[in-house]
């Protein structure tokens, strides 16, 4: 059975850096075609995805947020970590991690599943 | 980026109707497409991936369709645990987006 868990600060100051964890089992990310992703959902609003990175050390961020966000991974305890610098209330969201994979036939078609139940941070002073 | 754009963003419907919610891409992502569900408090599930594989312990009501840059998620007859909002989500480029969301609502 496959579970990730957020965790991390429930609240953060405007322009502190947020860090969440990640920790997941079921699987490992030194397995070809695995990822995590990050992905957020601020009140009201749509979801988001962030960042992602793979069981090859590749990452890749969002447009709009790389300069912001970092991820990295230990594998030796199945966790990722996301910082997110400069945190705003605009940032208030619930952050969820996923599991990145992919169904190949001739081409490979990555999705997120199982996600995990988010973690709720609010960006006050 | 890709832009994913659903339509419509609202929708009342009755226990037993037929619904369908469609997706569009900003450019062509073959059958790049995945569609979620996400319900008030939980987290989302995946319930299409590859524009139209049902992902596994999915209901069949729930089909997918199209490629390129117009898609579709149908329900065939909704039941009382479908009312959430539905999102597509495109992974042809590497930095994966959402659309806005479909909230499905009872009538």
């Known amino acids: 059975q496959v579970t990730l868990k957020e965790s991390g600060p429930a609240l953060v100051k405007p322009t502190q850096t947020l860090t969440l964890t990640c920790t997941f089992s079921?699987?490992?990310?030194?397995?070809?075609?695995?990822?995590v992703s990050w992905i957020r959902q601020p009140p009201g609003k749509a979801l988001e995805w962030l960042a992602r990175?793979?069981?090859?050390?590749?990452?890749f961020y969002s447009r709009s947020l790389k300069t912001r966000l970092t991820i990295s991974k230990d594998t030796s305890k199945n966790q990722v970590v996301l910082t997110m610098t400069n945190m705003d209330a605009v940032d208030t969201a619930i952050y969820y991690c996923a599991r990145t994979t992919a169904h190949c036939g001739g081409d490979c078609y990555y999705y997120l599943d199982p996600w995990g139940q988010g973690t709720l941070v609010s960006v006050s002073s | 980026d890709i832009q994913m754009t659903q339509s419509p963003s609202s929708l009342s419907a009755s226990v037993g109707d037929r619904v369908t919610i469609t997706c569009r891409a900003s450019?062509?992502?073959?059958?790049?497409l995945n569609w979620y569900q996400k319900k008030l408090g939980k987290a989302p599930k995946l319930l299409i991936y590859a524009a139209s594989s049902l992902q596994s312990g999915v209901p069949s009501r729930f089909s997918g369709s199209g490629s390129g840059t117009d898609f579709t998620l149908t329900i065939s007859s909704l039941q009382p645990e479908d009312f959430a909002t539905y999102y597509c989500?495109?992974?042809?480029?590497?930095?994966?987006?959402f659309g806005q969301g479909t909230k499905l609502e009872i009538k």
């Open positions: 450019q062509g992502i073959s059958r790049y």
């Open positions: 079921g699987f490992s990310l030194n397995t070809s075609l695995m990822s």
């Open positions: 989500q495109q992974t042809y480029s590497t930095m994966y987006t």
């Open positions: 990175i793979d069981w090859d050390d590749d990452k």
